[in-house]
């Protein structure tokens, strides 16, 4: 261990860093794992390669599962299962917008993106699965190869709490799927973590990607980030470029906010939904494990989440409480 490292290690601020990551772990490995009886299927289904049985198409499902003989047969759409592969390889895009770190009342974003890397990784971790990850960086996409165990995971949540959020005309989602496309060694599933905030420039290579890939999109999310309180004069900045505004956020501005997130929400949900991604709505505010929990129950049930959970049960003293509405 050099003196950097020593000198790290004895930082207050990586000591509980480090406190709250390895509480995370537990919480994931005991709570929620514990929950889920082992079975993640719904969260972490598995690409699978070995036909299972056929079942009657539902809305949502894959139509690249189609099996036409037995539709042929029964006259009824019916699509055919697969058993999930024991080996998968998982890779984790995760978003570090400046937005992450923007404190609320609630805490931040970065704490729930945390929490989805480690319920992925450690859920997918073992019996030779590999998990690798992409971060948003400064001017290019940091690749962290796909590797196997809960210590590389261990490293992976290290690397998201550390890193430093940037501004940069590189290394945003349409790169790092980019990325993923080259260093995928085989099919497997891609899961993106992002406020999904900025421009939804990456549709087209999701569909690419989703030729060889199973898709998950956890949407991190704020009640801020869903509507502003009137609260008259008021300092804003910019989390992604600095800029400082000086505004008077009256009921009209509040409202035409609410519109403009509400506007957003349904750019990117409706392009998730075009790609077929599922998505899990985490906020701030809530229960994070009992979201997940709900998730992997519809997707059981045969159901395709398209994240409209995200605006529901605001807080009750929070403006878009009675405002805003799922679409």
Same mark, same amino acid.
């Given at each position: 261990?050099?003196?950097?490292?020593?000198?790290?290690?004895?930082?207050?601020?990586?000591?509980?860093?480090?406190?709250?990551?390895?509480?995370?772990?537990?919480?994931?490995?005991?709570?929620?794992?514990?929950?889920?009886?082992?079975?993640?299927?719904?969260?972490?289904?598995?690409?699978?390669?070995?036909?299972?049985?056929? #079942?009657?198409?539902?809305?949502?499902?894959?139509?690249?599962?189609?099996?036409?003989?037995?539709?042929?047969?029964?006259?009824?759409?019916?699509?055919?299962?697969?058993?999930?592969?024991?080996?998968?390889?998982? %890779?984790?895009?995760?978003?570090?917008?400046?937005?992450?770190?923007?404190?609320? /009342?609630?805490?931040?974003?970065?704490?729930?993106?945390?929490?989805?890397?480690?319920?992925?990784?450690?859920?997918?971790?073992?019996?030779?699965?590999?998990?690798?990850?992409?971060?948003?960086?400064?001017?290019?996409?940091?690749?962290? #190869?796909?590797?196997?165990?809960?210590?590389?995971?261990?490293?992976?949540?290290?690397?998201?709490?550390?890193?430093?959020?940037?501004?940069?005309?590189?290394?945003?989602?349409?790169?790092? @799927?980019?990325?993923?496309?080259?260093?995928?060694?085989?099919?497997?599933?891609?899961?993106? =973590?992002?406020?999904?905030?900025? $421009?939804?420039?990456?549709?087209?290579?999701?569909?690419?990607?989703?030729?060889?890939?199973?898709?998950?999109?956890?949407?991190?999310?704020?009640?801020?980030?869903?509507?502003?309180?009137?609260?008259?004069?008021? @300092?804003?900045?910019?989390?992604?470029?600095?800029?400082?505004?000086?505004?008077?956020?009256?009921?009209?501005?509040?409202?035409?906010?609410?519109?403009?997130?509400? $506007?957003? /929400?349904?750019?990117?949900?409706?392009?998730?939904?075009?790609?077929?991604?599922?998505?899990?709505?985490?906020?701030?505010?809530?229960? %994070? =494990?009992?979201?997940?929990?709900?998730?992997?129950g519809v997707r059981r049930q045969g159901g395709l989440p398209?994240g409209d959970s995200l605006t529901r049960d605001l807080p009750?003293?929070?403006?878009?409480?009675?405002?805003?509405?799922?679409?």
């Amino acid at each position: 261990m050099n003196a950097a490292d020593a000198g790290r290690r004895d930082d207050p601020a990586d000591v509980s860093s480090r406190a709250a990551l390895a509480q995370l772990e537990l919480l994931v490995t005991r709570r929620l794992d514990g929950v889920l009886n082992g079975d993640h299927r719904g969260l972490l289904p598995g690409p699978g390669t070995e036909p299972g049985e056929a #079942r009657a198409y539902e809305p949502g499902d894959d139509v690249r599962t189609m099996d036409w003989s037995v539709t042929a047969r029964t006259t009824v759409p019916h699509i055919r299962q697969t058993i999930a592969d024991r080996e998968l390889e998982t %890779w984790l895009i995760v978003d570090l917008s400046p937005s992450l770190d923007v404190e609320s /009342r609630y805490g931040t974003k970065r704490r729930l993106v945390e929490a989805a890397v480690a319920t992925v990784g450690f859920l997918s971790a073992g019996g030779g699965s590999q998990v690798g990850m992409v971060l948003t960086g400064d001017g290019r996409p940091r690749v962290l #190869r796909a590797t196997g165990g809960r210590d590389h995971v261990r490293r992976l949540l290290d690397e998201v709490a550390r890193a430093t959020p940037r501004v940069s005309s590189g290394g945003l989602l349409d790169d790092c @799927l980019h990325a993923v496309r080259n260093a995928a060694r085989r099919h497997g599933l891609v899961v993106v =973590i992002s406020d999904f905030l900025s $421009e939804v420039n990456w549709e087209r290579s999701l569909r690419v990607l989703g030729t060889r890939h199973e898709f998950l999109a956890v949407h991190v999310s704020d009640p801020l980030d869903i509507a502003l309180p009137a609260v008259g004069a008021a @300092l804003l900045q910019d989390p992604n470029t600095g800029e400082v505004l000086e505004l008077d956020v009256d009921d009209a501005l509040a409202a035409d906010y609410r519109r403009a997130a509400q $506007e957003q /929400r349904d750019r990117v949900h409706s392009a998730l939904r075009r790609c077929g991604a599922p998505v899990l709505a985490l906020r701030t505010d809530r229960d %994070w =494990i009992r979201d997940v929990i709900d998730f992997v129950g519809v997707r059981r049930q045969g159901g395709l989440p398209t994240g409209d959970s995200l605006t529901r049960d605001l807080p009750d003293d929070h403006p878009g409480a009675q405002e805003v509405a799922p679409r």
